[in-house]
Nanobody, 123 residues
Framework: QVTLVESGGGLVQAGDSLTLSCAAS????????MGWLRQAPGREREAVAA????????LYLDSVKGRFTISRDNAQNTLSLQMNSLRPEDTAIYYC????????????????RGQGTQVTVSS
């Protein structure tokens, strides 16, 4: 079993930056892709970003390209999401995710998912 714990959410203003972190523990995530997905009230769940096992491959939702950066540290079993130029429409609960398949649809419905951290962007 794998446990994913997110941190770093909060309330910010439009245009601000925020960094989310995820700490993984339990069974090994060797070979797993990781990523972030978000869920806002009344909106469909969407995968925001994904990174492959090596960390050299990344995928992003179109609306966050150029603003968000995903990275992972396999030695520390951590995942990060640097979010810049935040917009009110980025408001959601953000979840850390892990899946054997490297794609945004698989991160959207991952094998492992954390409990989430709230990000609220005011206009």
């Amino acid at each position: 079993q794998v446990t994913l714990v997110e941190s770093g959410g909060g309330l910010v203003q439009a245009g601000d930056s925020l960094t989310l972190s995820c700490a993984a523990s339990g069974e090994s995530l060797d070979g797993y892709a990781m990523g972030w997905l978000r869920q806002a009230p009344g909106r469909e769940r969407e995968a925001v970003a994904a990174v492959n096992w090596s960390g050299r491959g990344t995928l992003y939702l179109d609306s966050v390209k150029g603003r968000f950066t995903i990275s992972r540290d396999n030695a520390q079993n951590t995942l990060s999401l640097q979010m810049n130029s935040l917009r009110p429409e980025d408001t959601a609960i953000y979840y850390c995710a892990a899946d054997l398949s490297y794609s945004l649809p698989h991160i959207q419905r991952p094998h492992y998912r954390g409990q989430g951290t709230q990000v609220t962007v005011s206009s």
